[in-house]
């Protein structure tokens, strides 16, 4: 038997002397890897002489280590000094989601400048907005109107973002209470593979991880047109061996580009304390709380716009807006029990109050007082999750196997969730609906990484039980309804490493999202958790250090689901649906400081049960690109200018009715001086007339005898000048 040399050492800062965790410790030989743990340690086995150990993680210098006599099953040290985050410091190992180091290159050259763009750093990922900042963000991605999230599960340091049942929609996922510059990464996955990814990971899923600490103090004071302000602060509180914390806030003010003021208003702040031992132990605590205030013009016709009676910023119905608020508590702890295991736990409690005014069809219903609904309810989220994690050598230590699982729960209380038709944002004609929520989702999950070679498998399971409760508070008698549900669905990933620089990849599974509990009810719990089957295959290829290309086909079947509509509190069936495409991506680093990516999606969405030509997916894009140039560190200067691009879409199901595509370019530059920052942000540089949400809806104007059907549209934000001024201290 041949004896199995092994390399392990601690891997530490060059500024700060502290250990480094996730350092990623890459054998260019065998293709063997490991990352460090909490205390910068390492081990990795089946190593020879002659071999060339790779020593890589993003914001550091690179460091290489040839295997020789003398350091040949030895325990070494490596200091890694800080560096500008580079294309260079991307490895293509047997990693199921390399693409989310790419994206984390993207959102180091060029930061996100708004909650809003936090999405926008996801490949194929197109938002609209259509409150001003008020409603969380429309989705779209890989042949999805995702609305405001029922298709995408997204999360922050652990914590789910996505409200189930929702008075709004299913899925809701308001994102406002981030603070773009808390912002330490973004992980993310596209399609349905993931054990440890559950309620509504169809399209993918994102992960945000927010800064544990920060190196400076950071005030900021950001003015525009619009009457538009924001100030942001970034303090930090404790700075010790073991032990920091900070506070951010931030303001945020505009009467938006409407006729009409939209009196927007939104107030952050988020504490975070993280103990760290650097030895096997850490720990976080995270509170935040967000509110926001805004009135809205709403959705527009465009007859309305065509005869004259309004402008492209004007309203039918100026009343509409609403209010909203989020308070968290979140925690994180991670333990290593020895140099091969780890437990990690996380747990949140959230408080969530929502309101709001929205009038989408004018007179249609009530020709006095016109259609104004108002949807409102009070949450409470309970939840928690903790993962175990362990990692061995078998065969002569050549094969890496590493077994992941984990348990958890979630608990919403949504009491008072209501539909009603109001006048004036003030009286209560009608309630459409009213009750109170209880739903319970547990959860278990595991999967097994086996390595060998070239070779990476990772077969995975998740099983989740579900809890739908409903009381009407409508009935005149007690009317409470309960039911359950159990989801299986088994997800396999497959990695061919064929070198260094290429990377082929199958991926396979079944994700779900969950109905609202109203529909569940409604249909004595039949065909309430449709599965989704999923497919990808594809390659990510680096030719040499400062360029990457990725492409990939994928697939997306949906069983027979049943939509709550929460603006008209009925519930609609659909059919079966199928969607395949195409992704490309290609990242290039020209220079130290220039930087280009761009993204190219492609997407063929239908019903499956319905005849060719009344077969369209309402609003799923068919093709979308997005991508731009950045400078970063040149002589002071950073900035870029990036571009957005949506295809003409059908409307409707026959494609009658088409939403407007349209292309957007922004633009920002920055110009550091010692401790200060000066920038210029410009959306919709070249002053694009674009339609940012569409919808074919069916109206009546007060003056018209009959209804209409066609577009209704909220305006893109013109031409937008904002001028910043930032210091660290």
């Keep these: 038997m041949t004896y199995a040399h092994e390399l392990n050492g601690i891997i530490t800062a060059e500024e700060s002397d502290k250990p480094i965790e996730g350092v990623g410790v890459y054998n260019k030989n065998t293709g063997a890897y490991t990352y460090t743990n909490i205390s910068g340690y390492f081990e990795l086995d089946d190593i020879s002489v002659g071999d060339v150990i790779y020593f890589y993680r993003l914001g550091y210098e690179n460091y290489e280590l040839v295997i020789s006599e003398n350091n040949l099953d030895a325990s070494i040290d490596v200091v890694l000094r800080i560096s500008p985050a580079s294309l ?3 490895l293509i190992v047997s990693k199921v989601n ?9 959102l180091k050259t060029n930061p996100v400048k708004s909650s809003q763009e936090i999405l926008r750093t996801i490949p194929g990922l197109i938002i609209g907005q259509h409150a001003g900042g008020g409603k969380a963000e429309q989705i779209f991605l890989r042949g999805f109107d995702i609305d405001h999230g029922t298709d995408i599960a997204i999360n922050v340091d652990g914590m789910p973002v996505n409200m189930v049942s929702h008075a709004h929609g299913q899925g809701y996922a308001d994102m406002h209470f981030i603070i773009p510059e808390t912002i330490d990464n973004i992980d993310f996955g596209k399609g349905t593979y993931y054990a440890d990814k559950g309620n509504f990971n169809t399209a993918g899923y994102i992960d945000i991880n927010t800064k544990k600490s920060i190196d400076k103090s950071l005030i900021s004071l950001e003015a525009g047109q619009f009457n538009s302000l924001r100030a942001l602060g970034m303090i930090k509180l404790i700075d010790e061996d073991f032990s920091s914390a900070y506070v951010a806030t931030e303001l945020m ?29 850490e720990f976080d605590i995270s509170i935040s709380h967000f509110q926001s205030k805004w009135d809205a013009s709403g959705q527009i016709p465009q007859r309305a716009v065509d005869s004259g009676l309004i402008t492209r910023w004007g309203a039918i119905d100026d009343t509409e807006g609403g209010n909203t608020s989020r308070s968290n508590i979140w925690v994180n702890h991670k333990k290593l029990l020895d140099e091969h295991s780890s437990v990690k736990t996380s747990a949140y409690l959230s408080k969530y109050d929502f309101e709001l005014f929205s009038n989408f069809t004018f007179f249609l219903e009530d020709p006095v007082n016109g259609d104004q609904i108002q949807q409102k309810e009070d949450r409470t989220i309970i939840g928690a999750q903790s993962v175990y994690e362990h990692s061995f050598h078998v065969e002569d230590h050549d094969t890496q196997l590493k077994y992941k699982a984990g348990i958890g729960f979630r608990y919403d209380d949504a009491n008072n969730v209501q539909l009603s038709r109001t006048l004036n944002r003030q009286t209560i004609l009608e309630r459409l609906a009213f009750g109170n929520i209880d739903e319970v989702n547990g959860f278990l999950f595991a999967d097994l990484t086996y390595k060998k070679n070239k070779w990476t498998l990772i077969p995975g399971l998740r099983v989740d039980y579900f809890n739908f409760d409903y009381e009407n508070l409508l009935s005149t008698t007690y009317d409470n309804k309960s039911e359950d549900k159990i989801k299986v669905s088994p997800k396999f990933n497959a990695i061919f490493a064929a070198s260094p620089k ?13 109905n609202d509990t109203r529909v569940v009810v409604a249909n004595s719990g039949e065909k309430i958790l449709p599965s989704a089957f999923g497919t990808d295959l594809g390659f990510i290829y680096k030719p040499f250090g400062r360029l990457v290309i990725n492409a990939a086909f994928w697939s997306l079947f949906l069983q027979q689901e049943f939509v709550y509509v929460g603006d008209a509190a009925i519930v609609e069936p659909s059919g079966k649906t199928e969607r395949y495409g195409f992704d490309f991506g290609l990242r290039y680093q020209f220079t130290d400081w220039l930087f ?16 060719k030509g009344q077969d369209y997916i309402p609003l799923a894009p068919d093709f979308t690109s997005t991508g731009g140039l950045f400078v970063k560190n040149l002589n002071n200067f950073s900035g870029g200018i990036s571009y957005r691009f949506v295809n003409d879409r059908p409307a409707n199901e026959d494609n009658s009715i088409v939403a407007d595509g349209y292309f957007v370019t922004d633009f920002n530059l920055n110009y550091s001086l010692k401790n200060w ?3 210029l942000i410009i959306e919709n540089l070249f002053d694009t007339e674009w339609n940012e949400t569409q919808f074919a809806t069916e109206s009546r104007l007060f003056n018209e005898p009959n209804p209409v059907e066609e577009i209704h549209f909220t305006p893109g934000t013109p031409f937008f000048l904002r001028g910043k001024i930032s210091v660290n201290f």
Excluded: C, W
């Excluded at 390399?98 to 290159?105: P, Q, R, Y």
């Excluded at 009409?260 to 096997?280: A, H, T, V």
């Excluded at 290429?502 to 969950?514: D, E, I, R, T």
């Design 677 to 679: 920052t000066f920038g």
């Design 98 to 106: 390399v693409l989310s180091t790419l994206a984390a290159v993207d």
């Design 596 to 611: 280009l990516n761009t993204d190219i999606n492609y997407a063929h969405a239908r019903s499956v049960e319905e005849p």
């Design 502 to 514: 290429v990377q082929v990849y199958a991926k396979s599974g079944l994700g779900f999202h969950s």
């Design 253 to 281: 003010l505009t009467d938006g580009y409407f006729e009409s003021p939209q009196n927007f208003n939104r107030l952050n702040i988020m504490g975070r304390y993280n103990y760290n031992n650097y030895d096997d132990e």
């Design 88 to 90: 260079d410091q991307v």
